[in-house]
């Protein structure tokens, strides 16, 4: 079983950015397609963006496009989300997720973003 540790979370104006990072131990998640989600405050856990091994053609959710960019560094073991012009709406914990595809996930453990207007 793979573990995911986030990082980067903070308390950021609106119109800041933020850059979170996730980093896979335990073995190699070059395979796995990774992802973020996030869950506000008396709100369900949603998906905010996914990457296949590839990197190619990332998908986000439509709140997010054109501000959040999700990358990975397979070399590294490590999944980034670069959050640019973030909204009081974003404030959330923010969680990585790994898929090996079997479908069975791996969590990690959720890093708090705030976002001040």
């Known amino acids: 079983q793979v573990q995911l540790v986030e990082s980067g979370g903070g308390l950021v104006q609106a119109g800041g950015s933020l850059r979170l990072s996730c980093a896979a131990s335990?073995?190699?998640?070059?395979?796995?397609?990774m992802g973020w989600f996030r869950q506000a405050p008396g709100k369900e856990r949603e998906f905010v963006a996914a990457?296949?091994?590839?990197?190619?053609?990332?998908h986000y959710a439509e709140s997010v496009k054109g501000r959040f960019t999700i990358s990975r560094d397979n070399a590294k073991n490590t999944v980034y989300l670069q959050m640019n012009s973030l909204k009081p709406e974003d404030t959330a914990v923010y969680y990585c997720?790994?898929?090996?595809?079997?479908?069975?996930?791996?969590w990690g453990q959720g890093t708090q973003v705030t976002v001040s207007s």
């Open positions: 990457i296949a091994w590839t990197g190619i053609n990332p």
């Open positions: 335990g073995r190699t998640v070059s395979s796995y397609t």
């Open positions: 997720v790994g898929d090996p595809g079997g479908g069975s996930y791996d």
